[in-house]
């Protein structure tokens, strides 16, 4: 049972170009969440979706950001017109049981580097 | 606004003796707990967890002790070993409030724990 997948490994973009970063849930799990990792701090909550459907985007900053979740395919995060600041480490995580559930399983993470 | 924290980004322990891992946390709604352990390049691999109706969980080495009139709550590794050596997250969740919990995780800054041989 593969665990979650995150792709790329590693993405790099300069100034202004959109970043799309993928991420495919265990088998089974249809409640994804993404984080974000700064340089020297810890996970940040960005957004949680189910199949379709956004949950809490709390996390998310207001502009340029955007994040689905479709029914056939991985969910994806997308970043337009990346800044420096944007540079960090995504991070996926999935579970079987979103708000009644537990523990979260995370992906490897996908570093994104802006230039 | 941190709800979690945890105020020492290293720690440095002797193979063999204790290591122990402190938390805080702010949110009287937060009611389960669990560490998380990271290693360069890797995602969170879960750990060891705790529920608010407990004060302590354990699983082989791994103790998790929670303090809630404190808030605080702490993650005993004994004995120690290199392969320990890794960055530790604490989280919470606040699994009861079903209104506004969405089973999102806040986590700590995480400590960076050296196990030295």
């Known amino acids: 049972n593969a665990g979650v997948m995150q792709n790329p490994r590693h993405l790099v973009r300069r100034r202004g170009q959109e970043a799309r970063l993928r991420c495919s849930p265990m088998k089974g799990h249809s409640h994804v969440y993404w984080y974000r990792q700064l340089p020297e701090e810890g996970l940040k909550f960005m957004v949680y979706?189910?199949?379709?459907?956004?949950?809490?985007e709390s996390g998310m900053p207001k502009e340029r950001f955007s994040a689905e979740f479709p029914k056939e395919g991985p969910s994806i995060l997308r970043i337009q017109q990346v800044v420096r600041g944007d540079s960090a480490a995504y991070f996926c995580?999935?579970?079987?049981?979103?708000?009644?559930?537990?523990?979260?399983?995370f992906g490897s993470g996908t570093q994104l580097s802006v230039l | 606004d941190q709800q979690v924290k945890q105020n020492s980004p290293s720690l440095s322990v002797q193979e063999g003796r204790i290591s122990i891992l402190n938390c805080d946390y702010t949110n009287s709604m937060f009611d389960y707990f669990l560490w998380y352990k990271k290693y360069p390049a890797e995602g969170p691999t879960f750990l060891i967890s705790?529920?608010?109706?407990?004060d302590k969980n354990e699983d082989g080495r791994f103790t998790v002790f929670l303090n809630k009139s404190a808030k605080h709550l702490s993650l005993h590794i004994v004995p120690s070993q290199p392969g320990d050596s890794a960055v530790y997250f604490c989280?919470?969740?606040?699994?009861?409030?079903?209104?506004?919990?969405?089973?999102?995780?806040?986590f700590g800054q995480g400590t960076t724990l050296q196990v030295k041989p």
């Open positions: 995580a999935s579970s079987p049981f979103g708000p009644t559930g537990e523990k979260l399983f």
């Open positions: 989280a919470a969740s606040a699994t009861q409030y079903v209104s506004s919990n969405t089973g999102k995780l806040i």
């Open positions: 979706l189910q199949k379709e459907n956004i949950i809490d």
């Open positions: 705790i529920s608010s109706i407990k």
